[in-house]
């Protein structure tokens, strides 16, 4: 558990409000936190890094949206408050500074606990922490005689603006002899390549985070059948989530019935479910910043009909071939590739698509029932960091990386499409670590079997 004695005594000497240690900071050694710093300032070898957190979003008139801090902040500090600036200098004596907001009994009364600068340094583990607001007179000091300034330029116009503000401030004081930043580096280029191999704290958080989806998705199977809401049971995932201490839905759940799951990012989960139809839910839990990434499709009587059980049979084929893929050195379009041929030569056994295989492939046929890619990098964020080639290259996959293995088939009524298959929505996600020796599908609990999910459906 990281150290928060200095916070408890700040608090309890100032006579504001206590909470447990485990809602002050996240239960893990601020070293995690030290060493993804100083692999970033390695890397970086001389200059500034500046890193500010995601602000805080009005909702409606004098109501926020729940808080969500920016991810590279947190991966690199693990300080979950608004209005704060991680700088790192690089060179011979590297340097963590943290700028956050000052202590405030009277708005801890509103808003609940801050730190304040002074607990921050000890928690997080920082070499000093500053009040937001000297911000603006610090950093100029702070950029000058620098070499570069490493920020992820471009991705918000209102810190680009200040940034600019202050590179100008440093660059008036050229005729004393201060020189500003030469370059300008995306610093993201850095933290995206340490942010796909995941750390071990990383790691045991996404199998927790996993672990409360997989429970998730089985209450809902059994909580469906006919006549119940999509919206019913999105409330039952939520639910899960919830009470075993997921802080937010990692995205808003899709929960979608019949034709509704051939709408890939279907959301307005409010149509009432149908006798024979099958129901699609795309949901997973985010666990102190961490997001699993679920997807499951059944029937909502709890027996696949004929053609359903035709075309969940090939997805789950799919998956399993994009799955045995999914192994150290192998080209990240790997898994994409096995599944597509997989999918493509079903659709030609189903009458879908017409031709050989080969013909299918080449033309793109199959893209008519399965428009989108087999996964994407999981972790901080749902759609997680990283390139997906290398010079124009797909990357080779390594341990450590984690991933989504989502396959689909999604069959919207047209001409020459057989009326068995309309309507029929299919998509089978799980979430998998790339290992030493293959992968580990760490959602496994998730029921995909046809015989696993017949026997849980409606049985709550």
Not at 38 to 54: D, K
Not at 266 to 289: F, P, Q, T, V, W
Request: hydrophobic residues 40%.
């Amino acid at each position: 558990m990281r150290n928060c004695a200095a916070a408890e005594t700040v608090q309890l000497a100032q006579s504001a409000p206590t909470r447990d240690c485990f809602q002050l900071a996240a239960m893990t050694d601020i070293d995690v936190y030290s060493r993804r710093r100083a692999a970033l300032l390695a890397q970086m070898q001389s200059g500034i890094a500046i890193v500010p957190t995601a602000p805080q979003r009005a909702r409606n008139r004098d109501s926020e949206y729940l808080y969500r801090y920016d991810s590279y902040f947190y991966y690199l500090c693990g300080f979950p408050e608004p209005d704060a600036v991680l700088v790192l200098l690089a060179g011979a004596a590297p340097q963590s500074l943290l700028f956050c907001r000052e202590k405030n009994l009277e708005r801890e009364t509103w808003d609940g606990f801050r730190y304040g600068p002074g607990a921050a340094r000890e928690a997080f583990g920082v070499d000093a922490a500053f009040p937001i607001g000297q911000l603006d007179e610090k950093l100029p000091a702070l950029m000058a005689n620098q070499p570069d300034l490493h920020y992820a330029a471009g991705m918000d116009p209102d810190w680009d603006a200040r940034i600019i503000g202050w590179l100008n401030q440093v660059r008036a004081q050229s005729r004393t002899g201060v020189s500003a930043p030469q370059r300008i580096c995306d610093v993201r280029a850095i933290l995206d390549e340490l942010r796909l191999i995941k750390d071990e704290h990383e790691l045991t958080l996404m199998r927790r985070a996993a672990a409360i989806s997989a429970g998730a998705h089985r209450r809902a199977m059994r909580a469906t059948r006919p006549g119940r809401m999509e919206y019913e049971i999105e409330a039952e995932l939520l639910y899960e989530f919830r009470r075993h201490g997921a802080q937010f839905p990692a995205y808003w759940p899709i929960v979608a019935g019949g034709a509704n799951a051939c709408v890939l990012h279907y959301s307005d989960n409010s149509a009432r479910l149908d006798d024979g139809a099958l129901l699609l839910i795309d949901a997973g839990c985010e666990l102190d910043g961490y997001a699993s990434d679920i997807t499951r499709s059944f029937p909502v009587n709890g027996k696949f009909s004929g053609p359903q059980k035709d075309i969940y049979e090939l997805v789950l084929a799919a998956q399993a071939a994009a799955i045995a893929a999914t192994r150290p050195g192998a080209a990240w379009d790997g898994p994409h590739e096995a599944a597509v041929r997989v999918l493509a030569q079903g659709m030609i056994d189903f009458g879908l698509c017409s031709g050989s295989l080969d013909q299918v492939l080449e033309t793109g046929d199959y893209r008519r029932f399965y428009m989108h890619r087999t996964g994407h990098w999981l972790g901080l964020d749902v759609h997680d960091a990283g390139e997906y080639k290398l010079e124009g290259k797909w990357r080779p996959l390594v341990p450590g990386m984690t991933l989504t293995v989502e396959p689909g088939c999604y069959i919207r009524p047209g001409d020459g499409v057989p009326k068995d298959y309309w309507n029929i929505g299919v998509r089978i996600e799980d979430d998998v670590l790339v290992s030493a020796d293959g992968c580990d599908v760490i959602t496994a609990e998730t029921p995909k079997s046809i015989a696993a999910i017949e026997a849980l459906v409606g049985r709550d």
